[in-house]
């Protein structure tokens, strides 16, 4: 389960941003190629924000599918899942986004 160890490093990072303040609510991007499910990063919040300033804060997942670009072909195609090939049948494939994990906003105070 990396949504434990993933959700650790966010809500590490959200508490030192907050600097003692109360966090009432977290709004994270998270690729769709960092395989991180939604619900089980909820629960992984829930679990690690407990006794943290980010207790009780709400964690809103946005989490877009990824893009990547055929080096055989050429072509620009979006990814809905894990599988790393280009609709003309190559995996020689450049992930070109998917696996970001950014925090975009955070509620405190
Ligand atoms: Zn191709």
Redesign the pocket.
Known sequence: MHELSITQSVVDAVCERAAGRPVHAVRVRVGLLTAVVADSMRFCFDLVTEGTVAEGARLEIEQPPGAAR?R??G?DFTLTDLVLL???G?ADVEVTSGRELQIISMKVG
């Open positions: 055929c055989v072909c072509s280009c609709p003309c190559s």
